[in-house]
């Protein structure tokens, strides 16, 4: 899927920090970088392609996006995470749970 960039008020940081999500999301909530990252790849080589220079930054900028995810609460803090995986702050299977 290439995303149309017919909105000038989204960057493709707002698409990163989306698409951090949607890979998240389809793994149950909790994934590797290295997965989200192949998932990113995947599905959105072309939308990638597309964002000029971001197209050789993405996996540093990806990063930046899980951590504004993260300050937002949207993605568990790194200290309550296993080292190397993103976890959504909230999954289903996590009902009542920190």
Known sequence: MVVRHEDPLRTPDDHLEDW??????????????????KSVWDRH?????????????WQYDIRWAAHRL?????????????SGMWELAFRPEMKGKP
């Open 45 to 57: 080589e072309g939308d990638l392609r597309s964002f000029g220079d971001v197209f050789y930054t």
């Open 20 to 37: 951090v999500v949607e890979a998240l999301s389809e793994r149950r909530g909790s994934a590797t970088i290295i997965e989200v990252c």
């Open 70 to 82: 993260r300050r937002r609460e949207v993605l568990r803090s790194a200290s309550l995470s296993p």
